[in-house]
């Protein structure tokens, strides 16, 4: 290999890249995740979006199909309230422990029920 060769090989060593460069892998693991954040927020948006513009456009339609029922239900609400109240507490009363129901947390992937 003549002189020219031997300093074009340690040029070349010299500005080669490391194997791995943890700070490049991060930095692109880190835009990659932001665009999909942004594609996920956008789509997001963009059905509230939707969503609210058919409210708008349906809503009337929807409240007056509803309004001649509101009166035979209006009744039934303080009954409906209590009953919902009533079946809270029982169901927290008649809960059974923990440790009944998962003797083991491996058994169940650490839920507790």
Known sequence: MSEAEARLA??????DAPPRDLAFAL??????????????VAGRLGAGVVLIA?????????????????GSVDAAGP??????ALSAVILRLIRLP??????????TGGFRV
């Not at 340690?10 to 500005?15: I, M, N, R, V």
């Not at 009954?79 to 919902?84: I, K, N």
Request: aromatic content about 6%.
């Open 10 to 15: 340690q040029l070349w060593a010299a500005t």
């Open 54 to 70: 058919a409210l708008f456009a349906f809503g009337p339609l929807l409240v007056a199909d509803v309004r001649p029922l509101a």
């Open 98 to 107: 923990g440790s009944v129901l998962a003797s083991d947390e491996e058994e």
């Open 79 to 84: 009954v409906l309230a209590a009953t919902a």
């Open 27 to 40: 930095a692109l693991e880190e835009r990659i995740a932001r665009r999909l954040m942004l594609i996920d």
